[in-house]
Each structure stands twice: as structure tokens, then as C-alpha cells.
């Protein structure tokens, strides 16, 4: 049986009091369940969600981090930096760092191999844009997303990744892939990693979905076959809507 999981990526959200009253809220209210339940806030707040989160069986990630071991990069954080926190997970490739922050695919094979070597897992997000899919391109896309990135990696690797298809166009627009089309994107992705490694590899991933995952589509998605999870946006910033979607795995 894959990990199920339900992370909830704050992107830019949620000060350090916020945090804090966010994560108690959610420890009280979080329902028993089979799947990894994570929270991923923005850096700065990641070492007072660690320290909030001692006795929980919430987890903790990283949105991004530099590929580099240390140096001047001004800004940036590094592999390091977020283990000595505690935390051993991180997102790489969303598509707002893609748009927004111009990172590609060999930009995101390098931060995705230091995070292997570091023994971190990552959340890797991809997925196509919306004139990609209107023009019939989505599978050649996610398909070059994921060869671009990890298709180099070794087999053993694959038990530190986790995916998360994550179309742009479903991205905090309120509309949602269908439980089909996520269906057979993830099918999609399953056999694309068969073909480059082996079924056992392919069968093993956990593959998320996200995009305006809410309460009341998250069990209709989860009940897909080859829909482990979800990476969720907005939701995850009210405690009862993401309290609700873990529910519905
Ligand atoms: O980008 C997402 C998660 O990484 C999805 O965001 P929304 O759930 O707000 O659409």
C-alpha cells in the first residue's frame, strides 16, 4: 500500500503568531488517520512550527531551498540549514517558483539531487498550463517535467520522492481537474515511470494531486486509484477545511 498524504503548502501566508495559532488548532482538531498529514509554512516560520509540533504526528516541510551546499547566494537557504531545524522534507518545482521565480528543469534536477543526497524527501510539483492541455500537449509535458528532473536519479532514490501533479490552471482558481483527468494523468505519470525504471518504482510513488482541493471535491479525488494524496493551497490555511480533506482520505 502507497503513503497517503495530505500536505498543506502556506506559500506566503501565516506570520509567526498566525503559525502558531494555526498549528494549535489544528493539533486539536486533527482527525485519527492512515495517511502523513504535513504543513509546509514559509522559512521563517519553520523552526516555531518544529518546536509547536514536538508531541504531533504533523510533519513539517520546506517550500524550497538553493541546490548549493553553502555560499553567497544571497537570500537563499540551504539543505543544511532546514535539517539542523528538523526538517527533512521539501517542495521543489511548484509552479510558482517555475512562473514567478524562473526555475527549470535543470535548475530543479540540481536541488532535487543535493535534496537526495541530503537524504531529505521532496514533494516534486509539476504539471501543464492550460493552453498545454486546451492543446492536446499535457501528457508530452508532465511527461519532459519529469524526465527533465529526476529520470537521472537512481532507483533507490524514488523511496525519498513523492509527487504532486499539480495542473497550473487549477491552482487557486477554484477550479478543479475532474476526478477523471486526475485519474488519468496519474495513470499517465505511473506508466511514463514504469517505462523509464520498472512497474515496482512506478507502483511505489505516492503521486498527490493539487489544485483548489476543498472539502467538498477532496473525497471524490482521493477515491481515484491512482490519487494518493493531495498538495492543498488555500485550504490548508483554515484548520476546519484541511481538517476536513484529511477526513476525506
Ligand atoms: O498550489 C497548490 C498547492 O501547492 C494548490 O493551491 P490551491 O489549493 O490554492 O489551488
Redesign the pocket.
Given at each position: 500500500m502507497r503513503t497517503q498524504i495530505v500536505a498543506g503548502?502556506w506559500k506566503m501566508n501565516k506570520t509567526q503568531d498566525e503559525t502558531e495559532d494555526l498549528l494549535s488548532e489544528l493539533s486539536a482538531k486533527l482527525p485519527d488517520s492512515h495517511a502523513d498529514v504535513i504543513v509546509a509554512p514559509t522559512f521563517v516560520n519553520l523552526g516555531s512550527a518544529k518546536n509547536a509540533l514536538q508531541s504531533s504526528t504533523i510533519k513539517v516541510a520546506a517550500q524550497n531551498m538553493h541546490f548549493a551546499e553553502n555560499g553567497a547566494y544571497t537570500g537563499e537557504i540551504s539543505a543544511d540549514m532546514l535539517l539542523n531545524l528538523g526538517i527533512d522534507i521539501v517542495i521543489l518545482g511548484?509552479?510558482e517558483r517555475r512562473s514567478l521565480f524562473g526555475e527549470d528543469d535543470s535548475l530543479l534536477a540540481k536541488k532535487v539531487n543535493t535534496a537526495i543526497e541530503k537524504g531529505m524527501t521532496t514533494i516534486f510539483?509539476f504539471g501543464e498550463e492550460l493552453d498545454e492541455r486546451k492543446s492536446g500537449n499535457h501528457f508530452s509535458v508532465v511527461e519532459s517535467q519529469l524526465k527533465n528532473a529526476l529520470f537521472d536519479l537512481d532507483e533507490k532514490a524514488w523511496n525519498q520522492i513523492v509527487l504532486?501533479y499539480?495542473p497550473v490552471w487549477?491552482?487557486?482558481?477554484g477550479e478543479t481537474a475532474s476526478p477523471e483527468q486526475a485519474q488519468e494523468m496519474h495513470a499517465f505519470i505511473r506508466k511514463t515511470i514504469a517505462e523509464a525504471y520498472n512497474t515496482s518504482i512506478a507502483n511505489g510513488v505516492s503521486i498527490l494531486y493539487?489544485?483548489?482541493?476543498k472539502p467538498g471535491n477532496a473525497a471524490e479525488i482521493f477515491s481515484k486509484p491512482d490519487v494518493d494524496g493531495g498538495?492543498?493551497?488555500?485550504?490548508s490555511l483554515k484548520a476546519d477545511d484541511f481538517v476536513a480533506i484529511i477526513k476525506a482520505i
Open positions: 503548502n511548484h509552479s510539483c504532486a499539480e487549477a491552482i487557486g482558481t493539487g489544485g483548489s482541493v498538495l492543498i493551497g488555500g485550504a
